[in-house]
Each structure stands twice: as C-alpha cells, then as structure tokens.
C-alpha cells in the first residue's frame, strides 16, 4: 500500500517536473488556475490546500515542533498537485507550457517626421 501511493501520488509529479524545470510548475499553475479550458473542479484541490496551508486550524499545529507542523500543509499541497496534474488534459498542459509572444506592432512602425528644437 505504501508504494501505491507513492506511486500515484509522487510520480505524476517527478513525470511534470521532467517536462519542465522546476521554476516553471508555479507559473503553469497559476496560468490553469486562471485559465478557462481548466475546470473549476480541477482547480477546487489547488484553492482547498492553499486555504489549507494560510489557515491557522491544522491536523498537527505548526508549533508542536518545529517543522513537523508543517508536514502536513505540504503533505496536503503536493496531493492537490498530484491530482490536479493528473486530471489536467495533456493538451490543455502542452498550451500552458508554451510562452506566448506578446508583439508590440507599435514598436516596429517607423515614424518619418520633422523636428523643431525649442529654447
């Protein structure tokens, strides 16, 4: 049982993290996060462990020991991304990992003008 879940909740993580590189997951998540091909129910996990991890009410306080509290915010935060990675159309996470160009066209148009120098 202990490998199952390492198995479903690691892997799809270490298989993203291949895919990308490691500064990249935030901004992919907060790109689904604001993207309309997601769906509200795959975003729902993300919000819910956030929520989690701001919240004062935890299952282990955060000053029993100190890091030992905080297991269980990060615990609830990579099992959101796991499942929010593992539902995510492939074809939807291809389009957020793809930076866009953004095109001034103003700054390729030339101006041809005269000038006049004020004292």
């Known amino acids: 049982m202990y490998n199952y879940a390492i198995v479903v909740i690691i892997m799809p993580i270490l298989k ?3 895919i990308l590189s490691f500064y990249q997951l935030p901004k992919i998540l907060f790109r689904a ?3 309309r091909k997601v769906s509200v129910w795959l975003k729902l996990p993300i919000i819910l462990s956030i929520v989690y991890l701001i919240s ?3 299952i ?3 000053l029993l020991k100190p890091g030992i509290g ?3 915010d990060i615990f609830a935060l990579i099992v959101a991304i796991s499942i929010f990675i ?3 159309p ?3 996470l291809v389009e957020l990992t793809k930076k866009k160009k953004k095109r001034n066209p103003k700054k ?3 101006i041809d003008a005269k000038y006049k120098i004020i004292k």
């Open 60 to 62: 282990i306080p955060d």
């Open 86 to 88: 593992n539902f995510i």
């Open 70 to 72: 905080h297991l269980d």
């Open 16 to 18: 993203l993290l291949q």
């Open 90 to 92: 492939k074809k939807t």
């Open 108 to 110: 390729d148009q030339i």
């Open 56 to 58: 004062p009410f935890d």
């Open 33 to 35: 996060l604001i993207s």
